[in-house]
T-cell receptor, first 111, second 116 residues
Framework: TQLLEQSPQFLSIQEGENLTVYCNSS?????LQWYRQEPGEGPVLLVT?????EVKKLKRLTFQFGDARKDSSLHITAAQTGDTGLYLC???????????FGTGTLLAVQP | DTAVSQTPKYLVTQMGNDKSIKCEQN?????MYWYKQDSKKFLKIMFS???????INETVPNRFSPKSPDKAHLNLHINSLELGDSAVYFC???????????????FGAGTRLSVL
């Protein structure tokens, strides 16, 4: 069974701090996506990474796909209260449309 | 206009009842999904349909029966509801049928089901 473990599970920080969320697996994925989910809403895609070692930046968010395409990280610089939410990584195992979602990281940014 | 809409948003019912959740997408996508998110926020796929055809059926009890009357609609009917069915159910759609970079999922806002 393919699993994506995220760490930490919970994170509470002050506005302005930096943080990193990790998404790890023993399986290889053809691509990996990051979603953010706010209370009462469905997940919304932030980014897709495809190539091993790829780094993508989205304003203050930096995403990296591991060289072996088994893991990924999300780094947020100078967190803002609007970054609060549940962050989910999701891996595509291969030539299917199935996504395996990670265990989630609940981020709370305090003002 | 909401891209993926599901109804109802909240559903409170007694054990043993039968209930349905409806989903519609106006994105023109061929593939639709049902996911279950448990109390620990773990999101797991249940079913996927491509152009009205079932293509993914995870290990889900037979009490759950999806139906896709056309590619823009995917409904979920649940028979004989149990306490363990309490969760948030999400509908999603995507533009591609076979994995890859463009397999981006667009989610509805969820249906919070509480079985008493």
């Amino acid at each position: 069974t393919q699993l994506l473990e995220q760490s930490p599970q919970f994170l509470s920080i002050q506005e302005g701090e930096n943080l990193t969320v990790y998404c790890n697996s023993s399986s290889v994925f053809s691509s990996l996506q990051w979603y953010r989910q706010e209370p009462g809403e469905g997940p919304v895609l932030l980014v897709t990474v495809v190539t091993g070692g790829e780094v993508k930046k989205l304003k203050r968010l930096t995403f990296q796909f591991g060289d072996a395409r088994k893991d990924s990280s999300l780094h947020i610089t100078a967190a803002q209260t609007g970054d609060t939410g549940l962050y989910l990584c999701a891996g595509a195992p291969g030539a299917t449309n199935k996504l395996i979602f990670g265990t989630g990281t609940l981020l709370a940014v305090q003002p | 206009d909401t891209a993926v809409s599901q109804t109802p948003k909240y559903l409170v019912t007694q054990m043993g009842n039968d209930k349905s959740i409806k989903c519609e997408q106006n994105l023109g996508h061929d593939t639709m999904y049902w996911y279950k998110q448990d109390s620990k926020k773990f999101l797991k796929i249940m079913f996927s349909y491509n152009n009205k055809e079932l293509i993914i059926n995870e290990t889900v009890p037979n009490r759950f029966s999806p139906k896709s009357p056309d590619k823009a609609h995917l409904n979920l009917h649940i028979n004989s509801l149990e306490l363990g069915d309490s969760a948030v159910y999400f509908c999603a759609s995507s533009p591609m049928t076979s994995g890859g970079v463009k397999n981006i999922q667009y989610f509805g806002a969820g249906t919070r089901l509480s079985v008493l």
